[in-house]
């Protein structure tokens, strides 16, 4: 054991040769702890249980116990914590990122993985998830002359938005396993006397159904009906949903209308 002692600032720098630490003691009290056995470091603590472990002790409040600072204050700059699970130590993908961005005169927190913003908390407290599964479809014009005793697929050709790029086809795919929210509003119009009709939102692992009897209707036919259908739906990844339709009897002539319909889904949890 080498020791290294400064009396003016009361400090003492304790080499163990046989252990390979390095300990940095002030006014008696250990303050920095280098073991190295084992590689780590230790701030507050002895036996660091850590690579680098920080310990202190504020009972009854929150302490800083570490602060990263970016002496610049331009908006657009920040402070960045990355994570990487690679051998290159200037890569930006195969990790992730936590970073405080200067916004004016606030601050955002954000969180990004492979390079690419996942979350947003900014100032007022406000998160926003910009690849958050997340779309809303309608068609592009009315589809006309539904076919009578036929399970018809609802033809979805307009996008108002698709957050993760998931809906395609008519369908939605689920890009991860959890619980989807999904809304479906319907309205038909031309249509004709029958005995039933029925709107299901159709998922890989069940379906949901609304189904409506016409029969007491039977002496004319109606200018226009509408259906409205919301669950939550369990989904699995790469499982699909989409909308489909069937009418029992009467005419092919119903409709569905493109201006009062539309298909929308979130993934929840």
Not at 50 to 58: G, L, R, S
Not at 73 to 80: E, L, N, P, Q
Not at 187 to 201: A, D, F, G, H, K
Request: charged share 15%; hydrophobic share 35%; proline share 2%.
């Amino acid at each position: 054991m080498s020791t290294i002692k400064s009396s003016a600032e009361n400090l003492t720098l304790n080499a163990d040769g046989a252990n390979n630490d390095v300990i940095i003691q002030s006014n008696g009290s250990t303050k920095v702890t280098v073991d190295g056995q084992n590689s780590r470091v230790g701030i507050g603590t002895t036996a660091p249980a850590h690579n680098v472990e920080i310990v202190a002790t504020a009972s009854g409040s929150v302490n800083d116990t570490l602060q990263i600072r970016n002496n610049a204050t331009a908006s657009g700059t920040g402070s960045r914590i990355r994570f990487i699970n690679s051998t290159d130590a200037n890569s930006d993908t195969n990790g992730a990122s936590i970073a405080s961005i200067r916004t004016g005169d606030n601050n955002d927190l954000t969180f990004e993985t492979e390079n690419v913003e996942a979350m947003r908390i900014d100032a007022t407290g406000a998160v926003t998830m910009p690849s958050q599964p997340a779309f809303l479809a309608r068609p592009s014009s009315t589809q006309s002359n539904i076919a009578v005793g036929t399970l018809t697929t609802v033809v979805l050709g307009t996008e108002v938005f698709d957050n993760n790029a998931d809906f395609s086809s008519n369908t939605f795919t689920a890009p991860v396993t959890g619980k989807y929210q999904l809304n479906l509003n319907l309205r038909t119009q031309s249509t004709p006397n029958m005995s039933y009709m029925w709107v299901r939102i159709n998922t890989s692992n069940r379906t949901y159904t609304q189904i409506c009897s016409m029969n007491r209707f039977a002496s004319y036919d109606l200018d226009y009906w509408g259906y409205n259908l919301a669950v939550l739906a369990d989904m699995d990844a790469s499982d699909t949903a989409d909308i489909k339709v069937y009418i029992g009897g009467g005419a092919a002539q119903i409709d569905i209308e493109n201006s009062s319909t539309d298909f929308s889904g979130y993934l929840v949890c």
